[in-house]
């Protein structure tokens, strides 16, 4: 079973921040959590991992609240393109378990 | 580097069927791992590997098997296909999961549309 619980969907304005939740209240000490997007019927795609700290590059900044219960991905000014399906994973032993996502839907 | 690939892109079978799904990478990765994504749902982990010679199973192994002799190939065959094999089936390679985060990150292939009658 996953290990992540996300809203089904969200919608964001074009050029507003996208802030997608995540919540992993089970992770363990030395479990990452990882975020990939899937556009359309395309294999998914990285976009940022963390541990403990705030994580950011070029695509989006990761927060990691101080217990490291939950998440949140930001997308600091969400485009058109950026419709997709967000997947918050948290890695296990050997394997990387995706949930169902979240439908991210940007708006004109 | 071509990254991970997958063939075919597209394939039609009828049931009772056997096929094996290609997939490469040339990334020198050592895991590698299958996952199949039926409509409207998550990727779910059919099998994967952390190394030639080394399998495992996932979520959902039953009627797929696969083999790793090579660092490069990792073939997932459909052993008598059914109806409810219909999925897009991804393949995808990291450097290893060993816990340090960035060689986890995963690079997936293009999938594979597998349609079982």
């Known amino acids: 079973d996953a290990k992540t619980t996300q809203p089904p969907s969200m919608d964001c304005a074009e050029g507003r921040a996208a802030n997608l939740p995540c919540n992993h209240s089970t992770i363990s000490g030395n479990e990452y959590v990882y975020w990939y997007r899937q556009i359309h019927s395309q294999g998914p795609q990285y976009i940022i991992h963390?541990?403990?700290n705030n994580e950011t590059n070029e695509m989006a900044s990761l927060i990691i609240t101080e217990d490291r219960k939950s998440s949140t991905l930001i997308l600091p000014h969400a485009t058109l393109r950026d419709t997709a399906v967000y997947y918050c994973?948290?890695?296990?032993?050997?394997?990387?378990?995706f949930g169902a996502g979240t439908r991210l839907t940007v708006k004109p | 580097n071509a990254g991970v690939t997958q063939t075919p892109k597209f394939q039609v079978l009828k049931t009772g069927q056997s096929m094996t799904l290609q997939c490469a990478q040339d990334?020198?990765?050592?895991?590698m791992s299958w996952y199949r994504q039926d409509p409207g749902m998550g990727l779910r982990l059919i099998h994967y590997s952390v190394g030639a010679g080394i399998t495992d199973q996932g979520e959902v192994p039953n009627g797929y098997n696969v083999s790793r002799s090579t660092t490069e190939d990792f073939p997932l065959r459909l052993l008598s296909a059914a109806p409810s094999q219909t999925s897009v089936y991804f393949c995808?390679?990291?450097f290893g999961l060993g816990g340090t985060g960035l060689t986890d990150t995963q690079y997936f292939g293009p999938g594979t549309r597998l349609t079982v009658l």
């Open positions: 990334m020198n990765h050592e895991y």
């Open positions: 963390g541990l403990k």
């Open positions: 995808a390679s990291s």
């Open positions: 994973i948290v890695k296990g032993n050997n394997d990387m378990r």
